[in-house]
């Protein structure tokens, strides 16, 4: 009587068909024997690991790392009883393969039993004992496990997710060193390429465990980028996967997660050499980001950003305002790109254009009777010439003057007033006793608070109701 005969009970007729057709099409490799216990692989859409347990030739127990799961056995088990009843047990092999032996061969297949065997939960007793036939052979013991790790990248992130677990516990066990962990760990993901996203990085860095954890980050941050795929879109880091995360590995998380670059940033600094910073910076403005803390930290620490004030001269170009391209124009040395700005003048935003020359210092082909906009005028007011300032101050006036017609209070009118005090603007002393301005008090649009910082910052506080208190004697500032 056959496998299959003794057991067809257990199956549909269509899982029968297709169990046969796989073992017929050569999908079944690598059957070891084990006393009663038979491990193989099946290839189907991908590769499954079948581990059966019998008693005499009736399965007894059975399980399949592939997602099935609707009871009774899957086409993989078939597709190992329809092998089993071309290769059958017989006694006398049985007896032997309890047997300790040696050669390469044999040691791949018992590393093969013990890391499945470590998946479907066999003793630990068992697996310390067959893993000692060849734990002191070096190139071996890297095979076992590379081929321990390439299981868990094989099978997609369902096995991912239910594998790296058990592959941590398997190193628990084991415990191997960390430099052989990151050889093996290297050897699998160079094997497996092209199959690691950042979904696939952020199962591994929130499942890998304890052990495995600064090993997996270090093969991982050994990986060129080009072994990534870069996911549409992008995935959320958890908070408490930063405090697990090794120098390394940052440059790697920064690209593969956007959602976390500042978040990175912030972490990394003090904690990645200076160099490596820089990097994060540079591909941070490359992606169309900036903020000139991570900036001033570059700077404090003497690195070299001359890659990083190209990009910057880049990210100039893409702003659609003038506070923005002022937010980064500003942050890079004249010296660097002034000439340069001026060469490429024409492809800024058109709007932009008229002030951005008297930011370079250059005359303006624009009359200043044409220039509209009055927060642009305020931005680059310091960069005007002192013969433009008649002028520059007649048109601030002017655009002022509209803003306090209106009939009530607006954030233009808030920013403006500020903007003028933070400038020291002559004028400015005029509009604070306007009754038309202080008619406007008490509607809103934050100018009440405008007016505290402008009466404050001009040193009349008195007109606030706040007493001037003169202090005198020695070191007083």
Not at 27 to 44: D, K, W, Y
Not at 87 to 108: C, N
Not at 113 to 135: C, D, Q
Not at 449 to 459: F, H, I, P, S
């Amino acid at each position: 009587m056959s496998y299959i005969v003794k057991n067809s009970g257990r199956f549909s007729q269509t899982i029968l068909a297709r169990g046969q057709r796989y073992f017929q099409s050569g999908q079944v490799a690598n059957l070891v024997r084990n006393s009663n216990m038979v491990v193989a692989e099946v290839r189907g859409s991908r590769r499954y690991t079948v581990e059966c347990v019998f008693e005499g030739e009736k399965l007894k127990s059975y399980h399949c790392n592939c997602p099935y799961d609707f009871g009774g056995p899957c086409k993989h088990v078939a597709a190992v009883l329809f092998a089993l009843d071309h290769r059958p047990l017989d006694p006398e092999s049985r007896s032997e393969a309890t047997q300790p032996k040696s050669g390469a061969s044999y040691h791949l297949d018992q590393a093969k039993s013990i890391v499945r065997g470590m998946y479907f939960t066999r003793s630990e007793k068992t697996l310390l004992s067959h893993y000692g036939y060849f734990a002191d052979d070096p190139v071996l013991a890297k095979d076992f496990w590379v081929f321990a790790f390439g299981e868990v990248l094989n099978g997609g992130s369902y096995a991912l997710r239910r594998l790296l677990p058990n592959f941590a516990e398997l190193a628990g066990l084991l415990k191997p060193s960390e430099s052989l962990l990151v050889e093996a760990m290297s050897k699998a993901f160079q094997l497996h390429r092209g199959g690691l996203d950042a979904y696939r990085v952020l199962d591994l860095l929130t499942w890998g465990g304890k052990r495995c954890l600064i090993p997996l980050q270090k093969a991982l941050s050994g990986l060129p980028i080009s072994d990534f795929l870069v996911s549409g879109y992008d995935p959320a880091f958890p908070s408490n996967v930063f405090d697990s995360l090794i120098p390394e590995i940052y440059p790697l998380v920064f690209v593969l997660f956007p959602s976390a670059r500042r978040k990175l940033l912030d972490s990394a600094m003090d904690r990645v050499d200076i160099e490596s910073f820089a990097r994060m910076f540079l591909f941070y403005v490359q992606s169309g980001a900036f903020d000139p803390r991570y900036l001033r930290y570059l700077q404090a620490h003497d690195a070299d950003l001359t890659a990083i004030y190209s990009a910057m001269f880049d990210l100039c170009y893409k702003a659609h305002s003038l506070s923005h391209y002022l937010e980064i124009r500003d942050y890079i040395p004249d010296g660097v790109c002034r000439s340069k700005i001026i060469e490429n003048l024409p492809k800024l935003y058109s709007d932009i254009v008229p002030y951005a020359r008297v930011r370079e210092g250059l005359p303006l082909t624009t009359p200043i009777s044409k220039l509209n906009d009055l927060e642009s005028l305020l931005l680059v007011y310091r960069y005007f010439p002192k013969s433009d300032l008649a002028a520059v101050d007649k048109k601030i006036q002017s655009k002022f003057e509209q803003l306090i017609k209106r009939s009530k209070a607006s954030p233009e009118l808030t920013s403006a007033l500020m903007e003028l005090t933070d400038l020291k603007w002559p004028y400015l002393a005029k509009y604070l006793s306007d009754e038309r301005l202080l008619s406007k008090r008490g509607q809103g649009c934050s100018l009440d608070q405008g007016l505290a910082y402008a009466y404050v910052k001009t040193g009349r506080p008195e007109a606030l109701g706040l007493k001037r208190i003169e202090l005198e004697g020695e070191n007083v500032d």
